[in-house]
């Protein structure tokens, strides 16, 4: 799970913002469970000391050294720490920022893993996320990763990229700024 911005536009690091009671950090946490992936490693940068004693395993988190760069040095540093991880065939890349995203989409998309495997949920055709990235193609990913796009560019290349609709499920909607979570209801 990436979640290691500062939320420039947001006035805050994203993953410490409440939905319903929960920080989106932890609500991310709890989807990617549900969904059954492992291990799972949260890629922390901005507010890392307060994000971090949030989650139920410390252990998982991941410092992104130079996460002021932009999500891709978030990319590389959560694909450098799988890389050492026995186990995983693919990484399922999903954001912090994405509250609306269930367990059923991330299952949906992760099902499709393989070693080989470039694979993105879609919503109407819309290209979105969580993006399943195959084992194989890490290092090349990470090399290529750059400033607020991530893999965006990299994707971008590949004709063997899978869209796996998912608007049956979801919307695939993100939070940019804080009116798109809702008001918590009055006292």
């Known amino acids: 799970m990436l979640a290691a911005g500062a ?5 805050g690091p994203k993953a410490l913002a409440e939905l319903d009671g929960e920080p989106l950090v932890l609500r991310a946490l709890r989807t990617l469970t ?20 949030l989650l139920p395993d410390p252990s998982a988190a ?6 002021q760069t932009g999500m891709g040095a978030s990319l590389r540093a959560g694909l450098t720490a799988l890389t050492g991880t026995d186990g995983p065939v693919a990484a399922l890349v ?6 609306w995203v269930g367990p059923e989409i991330l299952a ?5 893993a393989t ?10 055709g819309t290209p ?19 400033g607020d796009r991530g893999a965006r560019d990299w994707l971008a290349t590949r004709e063997d990229l899978n869209l796996i ?22 006292p």
């Open 7 to 11: 939320g420039r536009r947001f006035g």
């Open 34 to 53: 549900a969904a059954g992936c492992t291990p799972i490693r949260v890629v922390l940068g901005a507010a890392a000391d307060q994000v971090r004693p």
């Open 62 to 67: 991941v410092f992104a050294e130079d996460w």
């Open 94 to 99: 999903h954001l912090v920022d994405l509250p």
């Open 108 to 112: 949906r998309v992760a099902a499709e």
């Open 115 to 124: 070693p080989q495997t470039i694979a993105r949920a879609a919503y109407d």
């Open 128 to 146: 979105g996320h969580p993006v399943l990235l195959g084992r194989d193609w890490w290092p090349e990913i990470a090399d290529t990763a750059q």
């Open 165 to 186: 609709e998912c608007a049956d499920l979801g919307s695939g909607r993100d939070v940019d700024r804080p009116t798109d979570l809702p008001s918590p209801p009055a």
